[in-house]
């Protein structure tokens, strides 16, 4: 479906509507379902700057569940989330988030170079504070983790992450071919634009009505499409 087409079903029941503001609702059902159902997930690419360790985490993210750094073959290989990084980083001054994005701590900043990144994954790790990610580098030497001062790394951190569906832009954006929404969850779109304008209209039993109907399908969705089935026979 498209947001026209979206459109042209409310006005049969509703009659002449603002589309921009009927846009703007089925915007707010897309960041409704991508945090209910969180089953959408995307990636974003970020690049590595010398002597920084925190990063923003990109818009749209909802839950990172996974960190891949870029290797010197131009390949992506997993990091691990340092869940002891309080322990592991005591005495590091950048250990914490500051709003200095560089170490200035000697012993514990790591040194590293294009050679050092032929296998990532036991040399970089990262954790997470509020809605930063601090990406750490160890040492070799030392074992310590610290702050990686190599060359720059164009696109060098890649997020797969739980996020927030693309904005619909235009009338004719098509909801599956745009913004990857599965066919089964645009009549959902629907009902919770049908509970918005119920509100407007002070009709809050219909509102209700149509909110309920549409968090229902929200949860019962069938996000899975693979697994077992089984069959259950009656006792004999």
Do not use: C
């Not at 509020?130 to 997020?159: C, F, M």
């Amino acid at each position: 479906m498209t947001v026209k087409e979206i459109i042209n079903q409310v006005e049969m029941l509703y009659g002449r509507q603002h589309h921009m503001y009927l846009k703007r609702l089925m915007n707010d059902a897309l960041v409704d379902i991508s945090s209910e159902a969180k089953h959408y997930k995307a990636t974003f690419a970020e690049d590595i700057s010398t002597d920084k360790r925190w990063y923003g985490i990109p818009d749209g993210i909802i839950e990172i569940q996974r960190v891949d750094v870029l290797n010197s073959d131009g390949k992506y290989e997993l990091v691990p989330n340092l869940l002891n990084y309080d322990e592991l980083l005591i005495g590091d001054d950048d250990g914490a988030h500051s709003d200095d994005d560089t170490d200035d701590d000697g012993e514990t900043g790591s040194t590293g170079d294009n050679e050092t990144r032929k296998d990532v994954n036991g040399k970089f790790a990262y954790y997470i504070q509020g809605d930063e990610l601090a990406l750490l580098y160890k040492n070799q030497t030392t074992g310590k983790y610290g702050t990686w001062n190599g060359d720059d790394v164009p696109s060098g951190i890649r997020y797969t992450a739980v996020a927030i569906y693309s904005p619909l832009e235009t009338f004719n954006d098509d909801l599956f071919d745009i913004n990857r929404i599965d066919s089964g969850l645009h009549a959902l779109i629907l009902d919770y634009v049908k509970s918005r304008l119920e509100e407007d209209n002070g009709a809050i039993d219909k509102s209700s009505y149509f909110l309920q109907k549409y968090r229902n399908k929200v949860r019962k969705y069938p996000h899975r499409k693979g697994g077992k089935r089984g069959i259950k026979f009656p006792p004999l």
